[in-house]
């Protein structure tokens, strides 16, 4: 797989390219070989359904190419979906994955080690999904 | 004889050892004022600091203020302290490692809870994850308000301590701590989804600016407005 690097505009900070789900990783290698090496972040969060949408999640990461070239990867996915895990290319994916999944809720297919990274183990839920009741107690401290 | 937490009165072991030489119990009264001299002046503290209260502390205990001038020093380690210190805020993840390391900790032993979070959790106390003041989970001797109070109030706090103390140890009862009020202490402004109490209003308000929000990404040039 190889793209054309010269449509992207790699030093605005708002470059964002919007990634099916299955070329996901195609994409992040053949990024990576063109010399991505840093992993900036992982981000995610959770839309509800609407009259115009379904439920779904972003998935939002960013690489890049020092000494200042940025690209942004974002996919659209229903938020019960597995998104695919970028933790075998880049190692600093690891727990910013993790984060994602213990706040927004989104899988990622693939992750070395899903577990929760800042909440208890033993927390029901997501808080940073919108259908979270913010002022949920958490036993036995609340 | 001396006053534990709960007010009881008890016999510390060393007067039991003190009484069976003959003669001692003269000596018990200035003994005794010995001990609490001793223990109301060395005070090491465990600085359970998890935030800005915890620069706080470390500005009380560094040159300018020195905690150390009276016998208050900061140890890494629960087994050699008699205070806990808690600065800032405690998360439900964080409670019980609180609590661990406090149980941790050789009697007799206090705990000052400083600073608004440590106290309620000020206006944390309503997100999902915060503990709702340490005194749910364990007892606080003393309180020091403030929103990181500063190395003063500390001292203040400190020094109340080293009072409380000296009072319980003469046998006086003193008042217990109370918590200080929290004005306006109510429940969540905006309630959960499906709530027959929500307003509606607020709901349409969160959709419409969660829908509002760029939803295609994609690939926008510098010259492109979007």
Redo the contacts between chains.
């Keep these: 797989m190889s793209i054309d690097l010269s449509?992207?505009?790699l030093v605005?900070e708002?470059?964002?390219?919007?990634v099916p789900v299955d070329k996901l990783v195609d994409v992040a290698t053949y990024l990576r070989g063109q010399g991505f090496e840093y992993f900036v972040y992982c981000c995610a969060a959770h839309?509800?359904a609407?009259e115009?949408?379904p439920d779904r999640a972003l998935v939002e990461y960013r690489l890049r190419r020092l000494p200042a070239e940025d690209v942004a990867l974002?996919l659209w996915i229903p938020s019960s979906d597995a998104c695919p895990s970028l933790a075998g290319l880049w190692q600093a994916a690891d727990w910013q994955e993790r984060e994602q999944f213990d706040l927004v809720g989104v899988r990622f297919a693939g992750h070395p080690d899903l577990r929760r990274i800042?909440?208890?183990e033993d927390?029901p839920g997501h808080?940073l999904r919108?259908?979270?009741?913010?002022?949920?107690r958490?036993f036995p401290?609340? | 004889m001396a006053v534990n937490e709960e007010n009881e009165t008890f016999v510390h072991p060393l007067y039991e050892a003190l009484e069976r030489f003959p003669g001692a119990d003269v000596g018990l009264t200035t003994a005794d004022r010995v001990l609490t001299w001793g223990l109301t002046n060395a005070l090491w503290v465990f600085p359970m600091a998890t935030s800005c209260c915890g620069i706080e502390f470390m500005a009380a205990a560094c040159s300018r203020f020195d905690l150390d001038r009276i016998g208050t020093i900061a140890r890494g380690t629960p087994r050699q302290c008699d205070v806990m210190v808690i600065a800032g805020t405690i998360t439900?993840?964080m409670?019980p490692r609180v609590k661990k390391l406090w149980d941790q900790m050789p009697e007799p032993k206090w705990a000052i809870a400083m600073g608004s979070c440590a106290i309620s959790g000020d206006f944390y106390r309503?997100?999902?994850?915060v503990?709702?003041g340490v005194d749910?989970?364990m007892p606080v001797d003393v309180y020091v308000p403030g929103c990181p109070p500063n190395p003063d109030a500390l001292f203040m706090g400190i020094r109340r301590l080293q009072e409380k103390i000296r009072l319980k140890r003469e046998g006086k009862w003193t008042e217990p701590e109370l918590r200080p009020d929290t004005p306006g202490l109510r429940?969540?402004a905006?309630?959960?989804?499906g709530d027959p109490g929500r307003d509606a209003c607020t709901s349409q308000a969160q959709?419409d600016a969660?829908?509002g929000l760029d939803?295609?990404?994609?690939?926008?040039?510098?010259d492109q407005k979007s």
């Design positions: 449509h992207f505009d605005a708002n470059d964002i390219v919007v839309y509800p609407s115009s949408e974002r800042m909440l208890p927390w808080p919108r259908d979270y009741a913010i002022d949920t958490h401290w609340r | 439900v993840k409670a309503d997100i999902y994850s503990v709702p749910t989970f429940s969540p905006i309630g959960r989804l959709l969660v829908l939803p295609g990404g994609g690939l926008r040039r510098p």
